[in-house]
């Protein structure tokens, strides 16, 4: 990794892991339908020369947080659950990506993002991907504004809205309602939604 302070901008890609999309108790595939422009994105950081930062949800088995999700053991340390997709894997440790294992909803507290952050002070556009909308991408962007704004530093940070998607489980998570309420929240902070392609049918096709 070369010297962090030569980069202007910054793409966090949040949990796209085997875990939340394709297989154990919280995956749900039809967040696959984000792939195609997380791959944009990525292609036209690399293009730059810009800094992408992955976050992987990362759990002991004695998690705490599992007790939050009904008790669901997911992302396991050491399993697949726990590793980029397939369609990202081969990225990691190439020049100018990075990725960092939470063990929280809020990628903020990623052990080295704080730390990271403060090296590449130049960066000061973010572009934000991944899932899940209400959770772990709306408790890292608030929590990584909040600390910006602590620190006097002015950025500006892109939702990057047909790179990101939530879940749904019927009468218990809205898909729609969850997304909605987190994207009201997020543009109250200060964060800018950033829509690219088309509108998509619930199925996840384009309209």
Known sequence: MKNLKVYQKCLIIVDMVNGFVREGGLADSYIEHTIDRQQELIQEYQKEGELIIFIKDCHELDSV????????????????????????????????????EKNCTSFREAPGF????????????FDIAGCCTDICIANGVI?????FDQVNRRVEVRLQEDAIETYEIPGIHDRKKYSDAAYLLLEQQGAKRVKKLGGRNENGTRK
């Open 114 to 125: 704080i730390e990271t952050m403060d090296e590449a002070e130049n960066i000061k556009e």
């Open 143 to 147: 929590s990584m504004m909040n600390y």
């Open 65 to 100: 947080e599992h007790q939050r999700f009904g008790d669901i053991r997911h992302c396991l340390k050491g399993t697949k659950e726990a590793e980029l997709m397939d369609e990202f894997k081969d990225l990691e440790g190439q020049e100018n990506i990075l990725s960092f």
